[in-house]
């Protein structure tokens, strides 16, 4: 590999790490670099290094060929799947269901009067709620219109109740979750994870991990918002919480409720069964996740028909369906725009590079170093622009060839740095989720993130000492 090359990769990830920072749209940066370090591969002699790539014939075309290739194979697998996800979302925000579920499931925590018997149990209900409302914004902003005023009236501090609200959409293993869908659909297509479903992927080696990871938090929340309770003299403290509008939730009797609140669980109810059923009678059901979003919408059509008893009026609600797949589009846009960045960086030989340079520490005992780095990177960047995801997404097509290059299994980067980014961004003060909060609550951004930090950088120790623990014996 050439000084030129290695000057226009640094260059490029340069680029695109300080896009992240500055919170900009990075996915035309991705684009732009992607085709740029493209060009500098064809100048070097080199191949356009993309899987199934056919040259169009005129060579200063090729690289935008390869980006219309990246767009199709994307868009029939992971890309697909997160649009019919983006559009289930959509449909359940149309019928109310969301709504309903949050409401259920909320209603039991005005039984407790115990303030820190509360920290747990609430950590892990919004984490239950973030399978309905994936966002940590739109989360925090109903938990901070439905919870907050019980939390407070149970004797809870404004920080406490802030900073578990502010965590509550982290690391709830989901085959709904678009970061999932996205790792799945890229180990799938190696020879290790050959036809590896979101489903296996969650259920099978994200859950080992980010259960037990939920469960400590939940522990070290207790302890840690009691500890500065005690400290800062604050139990009693008091702050005017700001009106949210939110919409009222649909009214119905108890079997409305019942099978509405189910209605945006009803994917993962579904694949959950299945996976169950397959566990254990050994049969092969193949369901995906696709197939259980279709099936949970073409139910709920049917349960809005009867509770509207109006047919022209309810299939008129399905365009929001659609609508949502619309809105989905900036999610596979990014997917293909690092398949597009991941191709150039390849190109180049930046990859078979790295290879050369980590194969002589494969199986030397030191297959931790390249995760702890990602991890490290990952908690740098969050902390900086507060998103937990973008830097994941565009590192998604490079997992699978740092792993073989570092002769480690690939779980052993997808896990940790997924949950690491998720986990990280609500000890970042610069985060949508810690601004709402601390906006909301009348507290500074960095007093809300002295209540978050130790519990998420306990989580994030934890869930990593663990992943090496299961992951890395398994090899490449």
């Known amino acids: 590999m050439t000084a030129v090359a290695y000057i226009a990769a640094l260059v490029a990830v340069a680029i695109v790490v300080w896009m992240l920072i500055k919170k900009m749209d990075i996915k035309i940066s991705l684009f732009m670099m992607g085709i740029v370090l493209m060009y500098v591969a064809l100048i070097m002699g080199r191949k356009i290094t993309v899987e199934g790539f056919k040259s169009t014939g005129i060579t200063w075309l090729d690289p935008f060929q390869a980006v219309a290739g990246q767009f199709l194979s994307t868009l029939t697998s992971a890309g697909f799947i997160i649009l019919i996800l983006g559009g289930y979302t959509s449909y359940m925000n149309h019928i109310g269901a969301n709504k309903v579920t949050v409401s259920v499931l909320s209603k039991p925590i005005m039984k407790i009067k115990s303030a820190y018997i509360l920290v747990p149990i609430t950590f892990l209900l919004g984490n239950l709620l973030s399978l309905v409302i994936p966002s940590a914004s739109n989360l925090a902003i109903i938990l901070l219109a439905t919870l907050f005023p019980i939390l407070r009236e149970a004797g809870m501090s404004v920080l406490t109740a802030g900073a578990v609200i502010a965590t509550s959409a982290t690391i709830v293993p989901t085959p709904l979750g678009s970061d999932n869908v996205a790792v799945a659909g890229a180990l799938a297509k190696t020879s290790q994870f050959a036809?590896?479903?979101?489903?296996?992927?969650?259920?099978?080696?994200?859950?080992?991990?980010?259960?037990?990871?939920?469960?400590?938090?939940?522990?070290?929340?207790?302890?840690?918002?009691?500890?500065?309770?005690?400290?800062?003299?604050?139990?009693?403290?008091?702050?005017?919480?700001?009106?949210?509008?939110?919409?009222?939730?649909?009214?119905?009797?108890?079997?409305?409720?019942?099978?509405?609140?189910?209605?945006?669980?009803?994917?993962?109810?579904?694949?959950?069964?299945?996976?169950?059923?397959?566990?254990?009678?050994?049969?092969?059901?193949?369901?995906?996740?696709?197939?259980?979003?279709?099936?949970?919408?073409?139910?709920?059509?049917?349960?809005?028909?009867?509770?509207?008893?109006?047919?022209?009026?309810?299939?008129?609600?399905?365009?929001?369906?659609?609508?949502?797949?619309?809105?989905?589009?900036?999610?596979?846009?990014?997917?293909?725009?690092?398949?597009?960045?991941?191709?150039?960086?390849?190109?180049?030989?930046?990859?078979?590079?790295?290879?050369?340079?980590?194969?002589?520490?494969?199986?030397?005992?030191?297959?931790?170093?390249?995760?702890?780095?990602?991890?490290?990177?990952?908690?740098?960047?969050?902390?900086?622009?507060?998103?937990?995801?973008?830097?994941?997404?565009?590192?998604?097509?490079?997992?699978?060839?740092?792993?073989?290059?570092?002769?480690?299994?690939?779980?052993a980067i997808s896990v940790p740095m997924g949950l690491a980014g998720n986990l990280f961004r609500a000890v970042s003060p610069v985060s949508a989720v810690i601004m709402i909060v601390s906006g909301t609550t009348e507290k500074s951004p960095v007093e809300l993130v002295k209540r978050t930090s130790v519990p998420m950088i306990a989580g994030v120790v934890f869930m990593f000492i663990l992943s090496m623990f299961v992951f890395l014996p398994m090899g490449a």
């Open 195 to 411: 036809g590896l479903s979101t489903t296996d992927y969650v259920f099978r080696y994200h859950a080992i991990i980010s259960i037990p990871t939920l469960i400590l938090i939940a522990v070290v929340h207790y302890f840690w918002q009691r500890y500065m309770d005690k400290k800062e003299g604050n139990v009693n403290d008091k702050a005017t919480v700001i009106k949210t509008a939110t919409e009222e939730v649909p009214e119905g009797g108890r079997l409305f409720r019942t099978v509405y609140a189910i209605l945006p669980l009803l994917p993962i109810i579904i694949l959950l069964v299945v996976f169950a059923v397959n566990g254990i009678t050994g049969s092969k059901v193949e369901l995906t996740v696709t197939l259980a979003a279709i099936l949970s919408f073409v139910i709920a059509v049917i349960c809005e028909l009867i509770r509207s008893r109006n047919g022209q009026e309810t299939l008129k609600g399905t365009e929001n369906f659609f609508t949502g797949m619309g809105g989905a589009m900036p999610i596979v846009a990014l997917l293909v725009a690092a398949s597009v960045f991941v191709a150039g960086l390849q190109s180049i030989g930046l990859i078979s590079s790295l290879q050369d340079l980590m194969k002589n520490s494969s199986g030397s005992g030191t297959g931790f170093i390249l995760p702890l780095i990602l991890v490290a990177v990952t908690a740098l960047i969050v902390l900086l622009s507060g998103s937990g995801t973008a830097l994941f997404f565009a590192m998604v097509p490079l997992m699978v060839p740092l792993a073989a290059a570092a002769g480690i299994n690939v779980l």
